[in-house]
């Protein structure tokens, strides 16, 4: 439980900058680096997720066994 419960906090944090991220690009002229910031934040919440549905599913199903 320990595990999951830090993969939810994880997942928050990375939500809470990229949200961050997203309301201070401009208008205009966005810089590709602050669109590879986001990218890259993107990229690291859905893994984090991905991490948190296998192990929920393992621990699911290691308990119906």
Same mark, same amino acid.
């Given at each position: 439980?320990? =595990?999951?419960? @830090? $993969? =939810?906090? @994880? +997942?928050?944090?990375?939500?809470?900058? $990229? @949200?961050?991220?997203? &309301? !201070? $690009?401009? &208008?205009? !002229?966005?810089?590709?680096?602050?669109?590879?910031? +986001?990218?890259?934040?993107? *990229?690291? +919440?859905?893994?984090?997720?991905?991490?948190? @549905?296998?192990? *929920? =599913?393992?621990?699911?199903? !290691?308990?119906?066994?």
């Amino acid at each position: 439980m320990e =595990k999951e419960e @830090e $993969l =939810k906090k @994880e +997942i928050q944090d990375l939500e809470e900058k $990229l @949200e961050d991220r997203e &309301a !201070s $690009l401009p &208008a205009h !002229s966005v810089r590709p680096q602050q669109m590879l910031v +986001i990218e890259e934040l993107e *990229i690291a +919440i859905e893994k984090k997720k991905k991490e948190l @549905e296998r192990l *929920i =599913k393992d621990k699911t199903g !290691s308990s119906v066994e």
